[in-house]
T-cell receptor
C-alpha cells in the first residue's frame, strides 16, 4: 500500500482556517485520497475523499496537487469541535475496503 | 449517531473467559468491518465481511472469531485472550466493499486481566 506522511500535530485558533497537509509521493494512478477524523472517545468519521480534482463538501475542502503527490485538507473555520486526529489514507479502487490508518495529525483548536 | 451501534461499550474479562462483542448497523449496508485500536498504535483492520461472507482476515489470531449472521449484524467472539489484546474494538459498515465511505461505531473498550 502507498504510504502517507502527516505532521504529528498542529494547532489552530478558533474560527480561523486550518490547512492539514499530507504527502503521498508513491501514490498510484488508481489511488483515491481519503480523509477521516477521530474525535476523542469516538470512532473515526469520514470527512472527504477525492481522486484528481479538488473536492468540497459541508465539512471541508480537499485540495489535491497537480502531480497528486500531496494533498491538503482545509477546514474553513475551525471550531473547538474540530479538535481531533485527522487521518489521510490512500485506497486502491480495487481494495477500497482496506483503510490503512497511520498515526494522523492531532489538531488542537484554541480560543 | 452514525447508525452503527456496538455493545457492550466497556468489557473487562479474564484470560479464561469467553465473551462476545456485538455490532449492529441500521444503514442498509452490505459490508461490515472489525478494527482494533491499541494504545499508541494506529487502527488495524481485522476482518471484512461483504454480503455475509468473510473477504478479509488480516492475520488475526484464532482466539478472535468473527461471525456475520446477516448484513446488519456482526459479532466478534473472544476466548482465551491475552492482556495485550486490551484495546478499543471498532466496528464499521459501508454500502458495499468498495469506494464508499465507512461508518464507524463508538467502539467497545476491552480490558483483559
Amino acid at each position: 500500500d502507498a504510504k502517507t506522511t502527516q505532521p504529528n500535530s498542529m494547532e489552530s485558533n478558533e474560527e480561523e482556517p486550518v490547512h492539514l497537509p499530507c504527502n503521498h509521493s508513491t501514490i498510484s494512478g488508481t489511488d483515491y485520497i481519503h480523509w477521516y477524523r477521530q474525535l476523542p472517545s469516538q470512532g473515526p468519521e469520514y470527512v472527504i475523499h477525492g481522486l484528481t480534482s479538488n473536492v468540497n463538501n459541508r465539512m471541508a475542502s480537499l485540495a489535491i496537487a497537480e502531480d497528486r503527490k500531496s494533498s491538503t485538507l482545509i477546514l474553513h473555520r475551525a471550531t473547538l469541535r474540530d479538535a481531533a486526529v485527522y487521518y489521510c489514507i490512500l485506497t486502491d479502487t480495487g481494495t477500497a475496503s482496506k483503510l490503512t490508518f497511520g498515526t494522523g495529525t492531532r489538531l488542537q483548536v484554541t480560543l | 449517531e452514525t447508525g452503527v451501534t456496538q455493545t457492550p461499550r466497556h468489557l473487562v474479562m479474564g484470560m479464561t473467559n469467553k465473551k462476545s462483542l456485538k455490532c449492529e448497523q441500521h444503514l442498509g449496508h452490505n459490508a461490515m468491518y472489525w478494527y482494533k485500536q491499541s494504545a499508541k498504535k494506529p487502527l488495524e483492520l481485522m476482518f471484512v465481511y461483504n454480503f455475509k461472507e468473510q473477504t478479509e482476515n488480516n492475520s488475526v489470531p484464532s482466539r478472535f472469531s468473527p461471525e456475520c449472521p446477516n448484513s446488519s449484524h456482526l459479532f466478534l467472539h473472544l476466548h482465551t485472550l491475552q492482556p495485550e489484546d486490551s484495546a478499543l474494538y471498532l466496528c464499521a459498515s459501508s454500502a458495499y466493499r468498495g469506494k464508499d465511505e465507512q461508518f464507524f461505531g463508538p467502539g467497545t473498550r476491552l480490558t483483559v486481566l
